[in-house]
Every structure is written in structure tokens, then in C-alpha cells.
């Protein structure tokens, strides 16, 4: 079976394993690998709504925070910050209209 996909770095040892062949090669432009990988996760989760596809993308979103030299550490901090200011989506808020007072 082909592929041609970006796959976690463990699974052609699970393969060979497994007693099958993995036949591999390195990404040759890993951004749009991550792209392509964040895309397909997400696709995933919004089929399922299962915990392992969000945490897919979770992992997706460090490799792409890897790649990109960005900390993770600070990411979160970058977020929590956001949060404070802006607030999160834990109350469901939908904005139907802006109007001048």
C-alpha cells in the first residue's frame, strides 16, 4: 500500500515490527508536509470528535512549533495572555452584529 504522507517519527519501526517493510525518505519541505498533516488531522476530528484525533492535533501543532523555532513553553504563554485580554470559547458567544452607539 502507498502513502506518501508525513507520519509520526516511531511508526516505520512499529511497522517493521509488525513484520512488514516501511520504505521511507525525508520530507523535502516539512512546513507543507505540517500543513497538510494539521489539515488532514483536523478533517479527522471534525468527523469524529474523538479525544485521540484533537490530540493528533495537538502533536501536529508541536511539530509545527519545532520546525518554526517557536518554544512551546512560550506559545502557552502567548495563548494564556490571549486569553486574559480576549477571553476563550468556553461560553459559546456567537456576535450577530456590530452597531455604532
Given at each position: 500500500?502507498?502513502y506518501?504522507?508525513?507520519?509520526?517519527?516511531?511508526i516505520?519501526?512499529?511497522?517493521?515490527?509488525?513484520?512488514?517493510?516501511?520504505?521511507?525518505?525525508?520530507v523535502?519541505?516539512?512546513?507543507?508536509?505540517?500543513?497538510?498533516?494539521?489539515?488532514e488531522?483536523?478533517?479527522?476530528?471534525?468527523?469524529?470528535?474523538?479525544?485521540?484525533e484533537?490530540?493528533?492535533?495537538?502533536?501536529v501543532l508541536?511539530?509545527?512549533?519545532?520546525?518554526?523555532?517557536?518554544d512551546w513553553?512560550?506559545?502557552?504563554?502567548?495563548?494564556?495572555?490571549?486569553?486574559?485580554?480576549?477571553?476563550?470559547?468556553?461560553?459559546?458567544?456567537r456576535?450577530l452584529e456590530?452597531?455604532?452607539?
Amino acid at each position: 500500500m502507498q502513502y506518501d504522507k508525513l507520519v509520526r517519527d516511531r511508526i516505520p519501526q512499529i511497522i517493521q515490527d509488525s513484520g512488514k517493510i516501511a520504505v521511507t525518505a525525508p520530507v523535502k519541505d516539512i512546513d507543507q508536509a505540517l500543513d497538510r498533516k494539521l489539515r488532514e488531522e483536523t478533517d479527522e476530528y471534525l468527523e469524529s470528535h474523538s479525544p485521540e484525533e484533537m490530540a493528533d492535533i495537538l502533536e501536529v501543532l508541536h511539530g509545527i512549533a519545532y520546525h518554526a523555532g517557536m518554544d512551546w513553553d512560550a506559545l502557552e504563554a502567548l495563548r494564556l495572555k490571549k486569553r486574559a485580554e480576549r477571553g476563550g470559547f468556553e461560553k459559546g458567544i456567537r456576535l450577530l452584529e456590530v452597531r455604532d452607539r
